[in-house]
């Protein structure tokens, strides 16, 4: 037998001089191939004993499965050291996406931007997120990649010369607000960088639960007590928004993308996003809606009193010094609007 694992092949049986037939050639799933092999010796074994080839294949075929899961799990424990040393060369890097209000006659006006981390590999490309965050959340490294995150970021806008109002968000987990000292710790940061508060936004993600709603409580309170926001990221596809939303001093929500989709398709319903939107309304939270490609969404979205709209229609995520060229382009002085023009294409 001869077993293909991860593009590895493993032979589980010696071979002879024998000549061998090729019998058996399949896949059990999971990315593991199998190749079964005879010789006369094997045939004469398989007429005389079948109960005991039986048995012998039931033990290959576990044998099999445990070499599978103990490659899989190398490759993952790989990653993870890759993780670590990425995060000690402060190799995730911040990427930018604007975050933008419409303005009184047309056009629009860039409010703020959320932080969206990539990691930058040797080769120098990029690798999303997608693919080491949920790694990061089990393997606990998560913590220490949003502090390290936050203190580029605040190195990058301390920078910038920007209006009274302007944030940048930053993803947070549920774990991070839960402990003791992560208010002060990020209080401090904005002092040492001599930076408003007002300046920073987390917004918090529902991939994981609150394990202590009150613990987390605390620091937000502590938090937006000095001006730094809380938004509730992917509104309505989490674990238990509406019970955060009671508990957690959260001022503002963001609708997921997938309720933006289906907007200006004949089979779009909006009973849900319509239901969000009156109970934003009814609550007093400021909305951003996410996930925006079209001209139609986002004029959709502003008739239905979206506050502050993001997606690729009006930019896609793009590291510091292309983001500061833009502002830069759009005449960034004080109170005047950052203004952006939505992409041609579109």
Known sequence: MVVHVND??????????TPYHEIYDGNLGQNIGVKLFINEEGVQYLVGDL????SILVVLIGALIAVGVELNQSDRKGLSGLLNEAIESNALIPFYQPIVQPIEGGGYRIVGAEVLVRWLASNGEYIPPDTFIPLAEQNGSIDKITDQLVDNVLDDIKTLSLPKHFFVSVN???SYLEKTDTATKLLDKMAEHE?????????????????D??????????????GISIKLDDCGTGYGAF???????????????MFVDGIGLEDFKNTILDSILAFARESRLHVVAEGIETKVQ?????????????????????????????????????????????????
């Open 8 to 17: 590895k092949d493993i032979t589980l049986y010696q071979r002879n001089e």
């Open 51 to 54: 109960v005991s080839l039986f």
């Open 172 to 174: 947070v987990s549920p």
């Open 195 to 211: 930076l408003d508060p007002h300046l920073l936004s987390l917004e918090i993600t529902e991939r994981t639960k609150f394990s």
């Open 213 to 226: 709603l009150n613990k987390a409580a605390v620091c937000i309170e502590a938090l937006t007590e000095q």
């Open 243 to 257: 019970s955060y939303l009671h508990i957690l001093n959260i001022d503002t929500i963001k609708i997921d993308r």
């Open 298 to 346: 986002a004029e959709y979205l502003i008739r239905s009193g979206v506050e502050m709209l993001q997606g690729s229609y009006f930019g896609d995520p793009i590291p510091f010094h292309l983001f500061k060229k833009d502002l830069d382009n759009d005449a960034l002085d004080g109170d005047l609007p950052l203004t952006v023009r939505p992409i041609a294409s579109r």
